[in-house]
C-alpha cells in the first residue's frame, strides 16, 4: 500500500499542485500524493498547468481543492509548502507528521520562474518526501 502525503499551500493554484505532478510522476511506486489549499483559489495556475503538461507530468483530476475536501484521510505526512500554510496548517483528526519546505510562489512572474520552483521542488522536496515514506 502507498503512503499518503498532503502537500499545502494557501491557494492550491501553483507551488502544491506542481509538486504533487512531481511527487506522482517521480515517487509514484511508493507515495501518492494530493494537493489542497488553506483558501483554495479554485482555479490551477495557467502557467503551471501548463509546465506540467509540457513535462508530461499533468493529469486531468488535477484541481485546486479546499483543505476540507482532504481533512479525513489518513495523510502519513503533511508538507506545507509556502510558509503562510505553514502558519494556519490546520489540526488533521489523525496525529500526522508535519514537515515545511518553502518555496517562492512564481504566480505573476516570468515563465522562467515556474522552471526554476519546478527544479527546486525536484531537488529539494522530492528528496525529503522519499526519505520520509520510501
Not at 18 to 23: G, H
Not at 82 to 99: G, H, L, W, Y
Request: charged share 30%; with cysteine.
Amino acid at each position: 500500500m502507498r503512503k499518503q502525503v498532503l502537500i499545502l499551500c494557501t491557494g492550491n493554484s501553483c507551488r502544491s499542485i506542481m509538486a504533487e505532478a512531481l511527487v506522482n510522476a517521480k515517487l509514484g511506486d511508493c507515495v501518492e500524493a494530493q494537493s489542497s489549499g488553506v483558501k483554495a483559489s479554485g482555479k490551477v495556475n495557467p502557467h503551471a498547468q501548463a509546465l506540467l503538461e509540457s513535462k508530461g507530468y499533468w493529469r486531468e483530476e488535477y484541481h485546486s481543492k479546499v483543505i476540507e475536501s482532504v481533512l479525513d484521510t489518513a495523510f502519513d505526512l503533511v508538507v506545507t509548502v509556502c510558509d503562510n500554510a505553514k502558519e494556519t496548517c490546520p489540526m488533521f483528526p489523525k496525529a500526522v507528521k508535519t514537515i515545511h519546505v518553502g518555496f517562492d510562489d512564481p504566480s505573476g512572474k516570468e515563465e522562467e520562474e515556474y522552471e526554476k520552483t519546478l527544479k527546486l521542488i525536484e531537488s529539494e522536496l522530492l528528496p525529503t518526501i522519499k526519505k520520509e515514506l520510501c
